[in-house]
T-cell receptor
Framework: SQQGEEDPQALSIQEGENATMNCSYK?????LQWYRQNSGRGLVHLIL?????REKHSGRLRVTLDTSKKSSSLLITASRAADTASYFC?????????FGQGTRLTINP | ETGVTQSPTHLIKTRGQQVTLRCSSQ?????VSWYQQALGQGPQFIFQ???????GRGNFPPRFSGLQFPNYSSELNVNALELDDSALYLC?????????????FGPGTRLTVL
């Protein structure tokens, strides 16, 4: 079963703009991660935020976490064509990862 | 590169057949998980193996089975293939004691069932 919903399901923006994706989850968590997937291939781990953190940065990525609303957001600033991919949030429960349905991001040149 | 490889890259089978997918983990990674990702969906956990024993399973029927070998390789076997088994199959490995969020994913095997 999926952990929750990601919003939007698809996002198309111009290169240089910022992209924001949201994720909601259902259960209590220890941490939440974001992954990128290019063209239906393997998953690349982007960033992890722990339940006691509210915001985390990594390069052009900014992740926020609101445990009271059971939601997280991923912001990609100054987008590039290479950022075109699907992005998934995931929580870990009992040694397995539970993924959202993903946001398909397209960066237009 | 994650150090996790999968074979084959693509596979086409017909309904009712059996398939074996393979994964080679990083040295020292004795925990391997398999995920099924249907088109347009997020990956779903199939099962996990630790030291050659299954120690966790998702909501998948028994016709999905696995093996793990001492050389850090593993297999996913699916019997009596159904059309809905068409998906990308991902394996992920991590070292002993590593948390689920510390696993490394392979590139996947795309299975098409006709």
């Amino acid at each position: 079963s999926q952990q929750g919903e990601e919003d939007p399901q698809a996002l198309s923006i111009q290169e240089g703009e910022n992209a924001t994706m949201n994720c909601s989850y259902k259960t209590s968590i220890n941490n939440l991660q974001w992954y990128r997937q290019n063209s239906g291939r393997g998953l690349v781990h982007l960033i992890l935020i722990r339940s006691n953190e509210r915001e985390k940065h990594s390069g052009r990525l900014r992740v926020t976490l609101d445990t009271s609303k059971k939601s997280s957001s991923l912001l990609i600033t100054a987008s590039r064509a290479a950022d075109t991919a699907s992005y998934f949030c995931a929580t870990d429960e009992a040694q397995k990862l539970v993924f959202g349905q993903g946001t398909r991001l397209t960066i237009n040149p | 590169e994650t150090g996790v490889t999968q074979s084959p890259t693509h596979l086409i089978k017909t309904r009712g057949q059996q398939v074996t997918l393979r994964c080679s983990s990083q040295s020292g990674h004795n925990t391997v998980s398999w995920y099924q990702q249907a088109l347009g969906q997020g990956p779903q956990f199939i099962f996990q193996y630790y030291r050659e024993e299954e120690n966790g399973r998702g909501n998948f029927p028994p016709r999905f089975s696995g093996l793990q070998f001492p050389n850090y390789s593993s297999e996913l076997n699916v019997n009596a293939l159904e059309l809905d088994d068409s998906a990308l199959y991902l394996c992920a490995s991590r070292p002993s004691g590593g948390r689920a969020n510390e696993q490394f994913f392979g590139p996947g095997t795309r299975l098409t069932v006709l």
